[in-house]
Structures are given as C-alpha cells and as structure tokens.
C-alpha cells in the first residue's frame, strides 16, 4: 500500500463505524496552550476528552502531524522519527475499550491483511491508585491475541504531568525474521504500531487522579510505523515520505547509515515546522526548529564544511509540503534556511577558540557547558561537536 492507500483505509474503516472527520491542527498549538507543538492526535481535541461536546458529535477519525522532541536521541534508529502522521480515532464518551479493541484488531488483519500471529498486546496491571484493566485483558484473550500486563511505565498515557489520562493497551506487531518469540517487554523485534487509550481521569498538581465527565477513548497510529510493516521495509526512511530525503543526501554527501537518518529526518522535521510559520529562534518553538536545523548542519560540516542546503534539489521541499498538507513558499522556505546556515557558520567560526581555551584547561565540566551556553549561546551538543572535531 502506498501511504495515501493506508490513510484511505484507515479512514474508511471508521467512516463506515460512523466517525466524522476531525479537521487536522497546525503543528503550532492556539495562544494559552502551554505545549510548544501539537505532540499527538488527541492534543487539540483535550477540551472534548474534558467533556466539551464537539461539533462533529462523539465518534471522530483524522490524520494529524505531529512532532515530539522527547525522542530527539533515538532518532536514527529503525522507527523514531521527529515529525510523523498520527492516525487517529476518538469515542467522546460513547463506545468503550473493548469495541475499540476488536475493531483496531479487525482494521489490521482484515483491513491491511496483517496475520493475526504477528500481533501482541500490552495492557495495564494496576497500581496504588487505579486496578489492572480486566476489560481489556479478557478482550484481546478471546481474540486470541497473546497479551503482557505492564505497569504504569509502560501502559499508562498522559499528554504531561497535569491533565486527561488514563491506562492504555499498546498493540505490537512482530517484524523479526521466522516465528514470533518472546514478548514486547523481552525482545524489540515487536514494533508498536497502535495505542488505544481510555482517557478516564484527570490527574492534579498534587497527583490526585479525578473521573473524567465521561470515559473516552482516544488511539494513535504511527502512519510511517504501520507502512514500515505492511512493506517489510527496513526502517521507516525506507518508506515513501522518507526516501525522498535519504536519495537526495545520498547522492550529494557521503554520510554514514545513522549520520544520513538523522539529517533526513531533521531536515524534513524543520521543512514542516517552517511549513506551520515557526522561525528559528533562540527560545520555545523558534529553538527547537533552530536546533534540528544546526544537529543536522553539524553531521553534514563534520568531514566537509563547504557543504550547503541549498544543494538540496526543490522536489524534496516540495513533496514534503505535498505529504504534509502544506503549501510551503519555497524562495521564502530557501531563504531562511540559508540565512540560518549562514548565522551557525558564524557561531561556528566564533565558538571555536573559545571551546579550544576552555579545554585547554582540562576535560568540560557541567559549569564549562553552561558557560559557554548562557555566555555565548553555544549549546551543549554544538561543544561536544566541536570537542570530537578537534580530537
């Protein structure tokens, strides 16, 4: 299936359920949000999860770009990515855990012919303050699906420390060669491919976890996960609305496996932030999307520092738009890349000696780093570069 065949599939499955269309947000969230992005599916409909009544009534589906930092290290691995599509769908108080569940089993094996062998699930077990999900433990059983009872670490979902949550069950999927073995907690060759959480508190400042107005239920699906299995690729920059970005590095710069991921990836990740309005700045939205830009400047200058983005071809700045939903300006989208890159040559050419003198005097101390941050906006992972450039 290609991605627009699998967001087609997805949706059609819960039109026909009788699910609206919850119309997608800008990664930007509105004034008074206290998130930097739009992190998940759910994040824009968190007044509806409280009780609100939406517009488009009680059972909602969409596709949704979101973009989460907390990753930011692992990307480069087979499955992390920093800005992605979620595939969403939403009960506002109506159906319960157990049809969602057999209908997200149905979706995936009959929908997009996965063999029901390959599936795993994960459920909670309870804690000090709310019991084991028993609902949908006995659920996935008479599915037949083998099931991994987790603690709240594991399967328990919250947007942050303060708000709706609730106890999840996380669906895996086994892309190892052979037979399945072992289970998501024993053995990483099973992917998760789909949460569906039940958003039935709202947890306080202090901790204390109140019922909702109603219980709803709120899944998420990584659209580059799921293509990742339904094609037996690789790793998701093997997928369609990667691959752009890891052919056009390629054939400009040689860069290693990792090196080349995570440059396609930031790239990408900044093209579709840039897309939403953001600009690079030295605070909030503005920092993250200055540094994705400058981790991926710093992989590409490591061996060569005459290398530019503006030797990127325009197709990759457009397809992303395309795959995105945006309508990038691209002389606008060039210039502010340009005049980024031209700013970090400078900080680069700044920070050098001042790097060099410190470590002259020894190894960095944590009081080094932020000197240098705060003093002379060199940020941590920028000195470490700089560390390894000068052996």
Request: charged share 25%.
């Amino acid at each position: 299936m290609t991605l627009d065949e699998i967001i087609r599939t997805f949706l059609d499955q819960y039109h026909r359920r009788q699910h609206t269309h919850a119309p997608e947000s800008s990664l930007v969230p509105p004034a008074g949000d206290p998130v930097l992005f739009t992190t998940s599916g759910m994040h824009p409909l968190t007044p509806y999860l409280l009780g609100r009544p939406h517009p488009g009534g009680r059972r909602l589906a969409n596709v949704q770009r979101c973009l989460r930092t907390t990753d930011l290290d692992e990307v480069g691995d087979r499955t992390h990515l920093t800005v992605f599509d979620m595939l969403g769908s939403w009960s506002l108080g109506d159906y319960d855990i157990a049809t969602s569940l057999r209908w997200g089993h149905e979706l995936l094996t009959e929908g997009f012919g996965i063999d029901p062998g390959r599936l795993h699930a994960t459920v909670f077990g309870g804690d000090d303050q709310v019991g084991p999900d028993g609902t949908a433990l006995r659920t996935w059983t008479g599915l037949g699906v083998p099931v991994e009872v987790n603690g709240a670490a594991e399967n328990w979902w919250s947007n942050g420390p303060t708000g709706p949550c609730g106890p999840d069950s996380e669906i895996f999927v086994w892309t190892g060669d052979g037979p399945p073995t072992g289970t998501p907690g024993t053995d990483e060759r099973w992917m998760e491919v789909w949460n569906h959480v039940q958003m039935r508190y709202h947890r306080h400042d202090d901790g204390r976890l109140t019922p909702l107005p109603h219980v709803s239920i709120d899944t998420g699906m990584g659209l580059e996960r799921l293509e990742l299995v339904l094609t037996g690729g690789a790793d998701v920059f093997a997928g369609e609305g990667l691959r752009p970005w890891v052919d056009a590095i390629r054939e400009r710069w040689p860069l290693g496996g990792t090196e080349r991921r995570v440059v396609a990836d930031h790239l990408r990740s900044a093209v579709v932030v840039l897309g939403d309005g953001v600009r690079p700045g030295n605070t909030g939205r503005g920092y993250v999307l200055r540094r994705l830009i400058r981790r991926a400047l710093t992989l590409l200058w490591r061996d060569d520092p005459g290398r530019s983005l503006a030797d990127l071809p325009d197709e990759v700045f457009a397809a992303t738009g395309r795959r995105f939903r945006q309508q990038p300006d691209l002389p606008v989208l060039r210039t502010v890349l340009a005049d980024e890159e031209r700013r970090f040559r400078e900080l680069l050419r700044r920070g050098r000696p001042l790097v060099d003198r410190v470590r002259g005097r020894g190894p960095l101390t944590d009081r080094d780093y932020h000197w240098l941050h705060d003093t002379h906006g060199l940020p941590r992972d920028l000195v470490d570069a700089l560390l390894t450039e000068g052996g």
